[in-house]
């Protein structure tokens, strides 16, 4: 059976219906935002959205059998489209607030002995009944996570396993021992006295003995003199493939360098438009 077919049976009444839509908008702006459910108008706000959105469909089909005018079927088109994405954004925000509510009092809301330590942060009174198994089952899988993660030893949580401690204790448990059950706490090193012979090095000797400790300086490089006859130009264009000189060396060619080359060179690099005379 159809959704459309099962509304014909629909038990709220038209005035019901429209609170119900009501409270799908009111509901979801108060959601947005907040880390826990919030109370629902309805314990039975779910069951309550089916009989409307099945309601809706069927004046929508019924629209179309009638051959009612383009804009009214339009409308109610946009407006059940309009709710179905009011719906799935509030699903969304209270699922998360309820997967977030079931893993901290699961995971992190445990007492020392391992019970449960429920903070009351939902009111269950106010909430739909599905929402209220979602939140089970979403515990009881992180339990098992719990199990199979040893988390309670991760924790530092002790643990009674087989009869044996399993885990940590705490450290008021080792405050509570008998202090004759402890070992005695280790007597204090003791120190050897050593030596120091302080050579007789007055403050030359140490300052001649630090830079013996050092290398010498390269010397300075000889600056190169400029060939005879060169011709000092600066480039003003960038050139992507390198200039052959007369001794079949590649230059590269940078925009504002400066470079001596020869006449011949300097005549080329000029008339191909690269380079510039500079006045000496």
């Not at 607030?97 to 995971?107: E, F, N, R």
């Not at 885990?167 to 005695?184: H, I, N, T, Y």
């Not at 060619?253 to 470079?259: A, E, R, S, T």
Request: charged content about 30%; overall charge negative; some cysteine.
């Amino acid at each position: 059976m159809s959704g459309v077919e099962e509304g014909k049976n629909l038990a709220l009444t038209p005035g019901e219906l429209d609170r119900v839509e009501k409270a799908i908008f009111e509901v979801a702006r108060q959601q947005r935002g907040k880390l826990v459910p919030v109370p629902l108008p309805f314990p039975d706000y779910w069951s309550r959205v089916v009989e409307l959105i099945i309601h809706l469909e069927q004046e929508v089909d019924d629209m179309r059998r009638e051959g009612v005018g383009s804009a009214r079927l339009s409308t109610g088109t946009r407006r059940l489209s309009n709710i179905r994405t009011q719906l799935r954004n509030l699903a969304n925000l209270r699922l998360s607030a309820l997967t977030s509510d079931a893993v901290l009092d699961s995971l992190l809301g445990r007492k020392k002995d391992g019970s449960i330590n429920t903070g009351g942060s939902i009111d269950w009174s106010k909430m739909d009944v599905n929402e209220r198994v979602f939140h089970t089952e979403v515990s009881n899988a992180v339990d098992k996570f719990r199990r199979v993660s040893s988390w309670n030893l991760l924790m530092g949580v002790e643990e009674v396993v087989g009869g044996q401690s399993v885990g940590v204790p705490e450290l008021v448990d080792f405050d509570r021992a008998d202090s004759g059950d402890l070992a005695p706490m280790p007597g204090p090193t003791a120190t050897i006295p050593v030596d120091w012979d302080d050579p007789d090095m007055d403050e030359e000797d140490r300052i001649r003995a630090i830079d013996a400790g050092y290398h010498e300086a390269p010397p300075a490089p000889t600056p190169v003199a400029p060939k005879a006859n060169s011709v000092r130009v600066r480039i003003i264009q960038n050139s992507d493939d390198p200039v052959i000189d007369e001794e079949g060396r590649e230059i590269r060619i940078v925009k504002g360098d400066l470079c001596e080359c020869s006449p011949e060179m300097s005549e080329t690099l000029i008339t191909i438009g690269l380079a510039e005379l500079v006045d000496a």
